[in-house]
């Protein structure tokens, strides 16, 4: 594997621990443990790596999964929440809730690969909402290849042809960006 392989192996292992050692936890707690114990390892990785990104970038990663564990099952207190106020089963419903955060799990890493959507090193309102643009398609692209439907229901072909403009889109790139809403278009 490539230094980029082994990167993105080290930010979804620190996504799957954001998740586990968030249950439970309240958000300022959740926050704190997750800036203190994964955001470093991130930012210093990434340095080692050749990926220089500011190091909000690697708590705004790690806060995103944090959060994201206030409603995973089976702890899930938002869940419960929720399902109180529903009048449903809380964990049919942090199962619910957790299949349409995935959906969502792109854009954590959207902030360490492309740190211009954070408005670091942004060249004018042209750049900024070009970078908008191509994070908003890219990011409506993953949930409708993931959720496998996009006004109406994808086919197999569909939903990957989705996720390969997704993933070309995270990247800022113009020619990712031109091929990318090529394909979306």
């Known amino acids: 594997f490539g ?15 954001s998740l586990v050692l968030g249950l439970g936890l309240p958000t300022t707690a959740n926050y704190i443990v997750m800036a203190t114990l994964t955001a470093p390892v991130i930012y210093r990785l990434g340095e080692s790596f050749g990926y220089g990104m500011p190091l909000v970038a690697a708590h705004l990663f790690v806060f995103f999964f944090g959060i994201l564990a206030d409603d995973t099952p089976p702890v899930g207190l938002a869940a419960y929440a929720a399902a109180a106020i529903a009048r449903s089963d809380p964990i049919k419903t942090g199962i619910q809730g957790f299949t349409y955060d995935m959906r969502t799990a792109i854009l954590p890493f959207m902030f360490i690969f492309n740190t211009k959507l954070l408005l670091i090193g942004v060249n004018g309102w042209f750049e900024g909402i070009w970078i908008f643009l191509s994070a908003v398609l890219g990011m409506l692209a993953f949930a ?3 959720q496998g439907y996009m006004l ?11 996720l390969t403009v997704a993933f070309m889109l995270i990247q800022p790139t113009l020619v990712t960006d031109i091929v990318g809403l090529g394909l979306v278009l």
């Open 144 to 146: 409708a290849g993931t």
């Open 3 to 17: 230094n980029g392989a082994q990167f993105l192996m080290v930010l979804i292992i620190t996504a799957i621990a």
């Open 152 to 162: 109406v229901r994808t086919n197999i072909v569909e939903r990957l042809l989705l």
